[in-house]
């Protein structure tokens, strides 16, 4: 302490004398209280002590895998539920000028069939269009090489 | 009671609380016996009156829940000083959370409560010196109040935070500059 008094003079000059106080019968009663407590916490039943205890985690987990289920159902709606499932001219072109060396036409048709299935798979309302089928059925018939295709296309 | 007390040593009192029909008894007494010294040691961390109370029963709960394994390394009076210093701790922790702005300061929170706090009936210094001490870090704060106010040897601070009575002489030295600068500024 005197060497707080030469070197620290504010620090010194303070008294260390108790400056909180405490509300009258505190320390009388408390261990009362704690007994109390003890006792309630002891005799708390699974549910008092874990369910409760748990009951705001478990609210946000709920929270949780809500909008995860919100979110893939809005999700469903909004991008699988509109897509197009068939090919128009301009896409089958595209695609045979893109990957002229892999595809035949069997291809074509497999892909295009895929789509269809797909879609009906899914039931999902496809349009009633019938330019798919008859782009297959007029390359069966008339035996159309892919290279007739795109001098056409 | 309250005589009754300090006629049981430490050891007594442990075996008293492993019998099944002594052990309420037994932690009566021991509450009784360190309550105030415990209460006052939070209270300087804590400041609040009623968090000290939270705090208080957390730390005697946790040594009731752990007193039976307890393996008397260190004295019974510090075991139960180093829960609640680790209760005290965890409540700070715990209340800096539960703000989510960044810029709310729980220290600055606590100088504010001082100041209209009723059951603080200290002087203007006093009042000062409560502020400096809470813009130091809270171990630094922790061993400040242990050596200036308890009087507490380093060794004893030592068991307590698990330091070395080195870096506790170091943070207590640092700790009176700092609080001599804020003193004199102020």
Known sequence: MDDINKIKPELSKIKKDKHFRIPDGYFDDFSVRLGERIHRESDAGFYERYILTLKPYLAIAALFIGMIILGKITYNVLYKGNISSELNNDEIAQLIVEDIYYFSEELIIDIVYQNDNQARDESINIESDNSTNEIIDYLIDEDIDVFDIIEAL | ?186
């Open chain 2, 1 to 186: 009671m309250a005589g009754k007390t300090n006629d049981y040593t430490d050891k007594e009192l442990l075996e008293l609380f492993r019998n099944d029909d002594s052990k309420n008894l037994a932690f009566n007494i021991i509450v009784r016996k360190y309550q105030e010294r415990i209460y006052w040691h939070i209270r300087k961390i804590i400041i609040s009156h009623d968090d000290t109370d939270d705090v208080m029963q957390n730390t005697f709960i946790k040594a009731w829940k752990a007193l039976e394994s307890f393996r008397e390394a260190s004295g019974l009076y510090t075991w139960l000083y180093r829960i609640a210093t680790n209760e005290a701790l965890t409540f700070l922790n715990q209340k800096k959370k539960k703000y989510f702005l960044p810029l709310i300061d729980v220290n600055k929170q606590l100088a504010e409560t001082l100041e209209t706090d009723e059951y603080f009936n200290g002087d203007e210094l006093q009042l000062k010196l409560q502020k400096a001490l809470l813009t130091l870090p809270e171990k630094q704060r922790l061993v400040f109040n242990m050596k200036y106010f308890d009087d507490m040897k380093y060794e004893e601070i030592s068991k307590i935070l698990k330091t070395s009575v080195g870096a506790l002489k170091a943070s207590y030295h640092h700790a009176v500059k700092k609080i001599e600068k804020y003193l004199t500024d102020h």
